[in-house]
């Protein structure tokens, strides 16, 4: 189909209209913005009509190929905007600063492990370093009267029990009197608990009452000294060897040396360089008396302990002593045989309290 046959079947069009003589060619104009489109679109339209008003005011039929629209108005832009879709608008990226926590975190992640770790390791030190015991009174027992002549002297004095009560591993225990004849105690052969093994012990040796105490209630007997005694030096222990060596057996139940006594061991929470225990009786010593700790065991060893190894002989004194003119206890076995007025509770027979006849 022709163009001309087209525009005669559009509405508003003149069939029987001569075609008007072709319009020359617009001139050509600068691109335009969509702003001026619909000037630019009224002035062509207009431009296009002035022919056409020429013609039919000269006698020539009026003929377009569209029907004319009103002077001025703009006509729709078929360009497509070369600016932004309309309702849409580009997002303003913006910078954050990060804060001093998202920039170092790694750090404070390190700094804070570490620091913990330093914690736990600061409280496992002072657990070690804490003592696993503690002493309320350094034991000082008051010098009593001497013995009558002809009578037996009873060795060392009477300390108040502080009870026998078995604890675990690790407990520590608080005792009223140090150096302890009784107390609350390990009730675990080795790996630290009690009795311990029956030697002599150095001064760097780590022991502690709750040990040795169980083996005192067996019948045993321990001898202490402090470490700044002539115990601790290598004289004072090679004389503690030399005594171990020569320790007979137990006087009531005939106990080898080495089983459950003797215990040496230092301790220094206590009134006198050494002291020579036994179950709730203590003999003080300014010296490494062997005489003295001897005659000690044979008349209070196995005796005065509440857990008997065997069924005792007798319930006296076994050993005599010459009877001493000193009120005080002092390194002699006669000064320190002076008899105890002790009006506290003793676990000793009762020829602690009182001498009997030799």
């Not at 790694?106 to 070690?128: D, E, P, W, Y």
């Not at 804490?130 to 060392?156: F, K, M």
């Not at 050993?319 to 076995?333: E, H, K, L, N, Y």
Request: proline share 14%; net charge positive.
């Amino acid at each position: 189909m022709s163009k001309a046959s087209r525009r005669r079947q559009r509405p508003g069009t003149n069939p029987s209209t001569p075609k008007p003589a072709s319009a020359p060619p617009p001139p050509p104009q600068a691109p335009q913005t969509p702003q001026d489109a619909g000037g630019a679109a009224g002035s062509a339209a207009a431009s296009s009509a002035t022919p056409a008003s020429t013609g039919a005011t000269a006698g020539t039929p009026r003929a377009t190929g569209t029907p004319s629209s009103p002077a001025g108005t703009p006509r729709p832009s078929t360009s497509r905007p070369t600016s932004a879709r309309a309702g849409r608008r580009d997002r303003q990226r913006t910078y954050v600063k990060p804060s001093f926590r998202e920039r170092y975190r790694t750090a404070i992640i390190v700094v804070a492990a570490l620091a913990g770790i330093a914690l736990l390791s600061t409280f496992v030190f002072l657990s070690a370093a804490q003592p696993a015991y503690a002493c309320s009174t350094v034991w000082s027992p008051a010098p009593t009267a001497s013995p009558t002549a002809g009578a037996t002297p009873a060795l060392g004095y009477v300390q108040p029990e502080m009870g026998r009560t078995h604890v675990a591993i690790n407990t520590k225990v608080t005792y009223t009197y140090c150096a302890p004849a009784s107390g609350n105690h390990f009730n675990r052969p080795g790996a630290g608990g009690g009795p311990i093994p029956a030697r002599l012990y150095g001064p760097n040796d780590n022991i502690i009452p709750q040990g040795w105490i169980h083996n005192l209630e067996h019948g045993a007997i321990v001898i202490l000294y402090r470490g700044n005694s002539a115990g601790a030096t290598p004289e004072g222990q090679a004389q503690l060897r030399a005594l171990y060596e020569r320790f007979p057996n137990s006087p009531v139940c005939d106990i080898p040396k080495g089983e459950i006594a003797p215990v040496m061991a230092r301790f220094d929470q206590m009134s006198t360089p050494f002291q020579a225990i036994v179950w709730g009786r203590v003999l003080p010593l300014e010296t490494l008396d062997d005489a003295a700790i001897l005659a000690f065991y044979q008349q209070w060893g196995e005796r005065t302990n509440p857990e008997k190894q065997c069924a005792p002989a007798s319930a006296s004194p076994s050993v005599t002593t010459a009877p001493s003119d000193s009120a005080t206890p002092s390194t002699a076995p006669s000064t320190s045989a002076a008899p105890s007025q002790s009006t506290a509770p003793s676990a000793a027979p009762s020829a602690s309290t009182a001498p009997s006849p030799s």
